[in-house]
């Protein structure tokens, strides 16, 4: 069946959004406590609350991107949250990353890797959230 | 976009991290931190490494050490801040705040025979700080038992 580019760069985007999640997830649920103890003297707020949600967010959202089931609430909930983030990175431009994603061992040394990184991922949720990949069933 | 979706999506994620604070919580509660002997003729408690790693898995506790920027940009404790011995008295100041929020301050260096962490915990009790102890093992010790560690050379 032929689709559409929008289509087909709505499922791309939706992949990479459940690869990076979800690796993103593992690696913060793997090392809970010393991810919490990051976002503690990082000093950013309600760290603890943060802490407790995100990873558990990001599973959740990676598996449902992941397996196809509510993929554009899963995308406008990651949509929001790359949202806020990218708003901290803004605020907080220059300071270390978190680099509690993807496994890194060191962080790149460019100041802009985190906005960057953040706005490419809210624009593929964004896309992911808003475009219909499938046709809903007649009412 | 379905509301009921967004519900369901949301509360699968309050029970997970509502699951997940709960069991950090009792593992906390479980495993108080305490020392089991103290630098001669004073109070500061010098954790072993058990002590140190339970007192790690306590979000409340900060580690810092005491070594040069190098070593620490080398490879450090998981989530410990550096804090260079021969830079206390200038970054004190800056720091201390921070210092206070944590219950426990784990002080560490390379290994047994650095006198570092004696000097920095001292100075570190001096400026108020009465949490703080060291974990005398240090670096060397937290890398050998395969702890989590972060930092360029891993």
């Known amino acids: ?139 | 976009m379905r509301l009921v979706n967004l519900v369901r999506i949301l509360l699968v994620v309050a029970v997970l991290s509502g699951y997940s604070a709960w069991v950090s919580w009792e593992r906390q509660s479980k495993t108080p931190p305490r020392a089991t002997e103290y630098v001669e003729s004073t109070d500061i408690p010098l954790w072993r490494r058990a002590d140190a790693e339970a007192l790690w898995h306590d979000p409340s506790t900060l580690f810092v050490d005491v070594r040069s920027s190098i070593d620490f940009e080398f490879g450090h404790i998981a989530g410990a801040i550096s804090l260079p011995e021969e830079e206390i008295e200038q970054r004190l100041p800056e720091l201390k705040s921070s210092l206070e929020q944590a219950n426990t301050i784990v002080v560490y260096c390379k290994n047994r025979d650095c006198g570092k962490s004696l000097w920095a915990a001292i100075r570190l009790r001096q400026a108020g700080l009465r949490q703080t102890g060291i974990y005398p093992q240090g670096w060397n010790d937290w890398y050998l038992d395969g702890l989590p560690t972060e930092g360029t050379g891993r």
């Open chain 1, 1 to 139: 069946m032929p689709r559409s580019p929008s289509v087909i760069l709505a499922v791309t985007c939706r992949y990479v959004l459940a690869a990076v999640f979800l690796a993103a997830a593992v690696t913060k649920i793997t090392d809970l406590a010393g991810f919490t103890n990051r976002l503690v003297w990082s000093e950013l707020p309600f760290a603890r609350i943060v802490a407790a949600v995100v990873p558990w967010l990001e599973l959740t959202c990676g598996l449902c991107l992941a397996l196809g089931w509510a993929v554009r609430e899963a995308a406008a909930i990651l949509a929001v949250l790359l949202a806020a983030l990218l708003v901290y990175a803004l605020a907080h431009f220059g300071q270390s990353d978190c680099r509690c994603f993807f496994f890194p061992t060191r962080e790149p040394r460019w100041t802009w890797w985190t906005p960057t990184r953040n706005t490419i991922l809210l624009a593929c949720a964004v896309c992911v959230s808003l475009v219909r990949t499938r046709h809903s069933p007649k009412a």
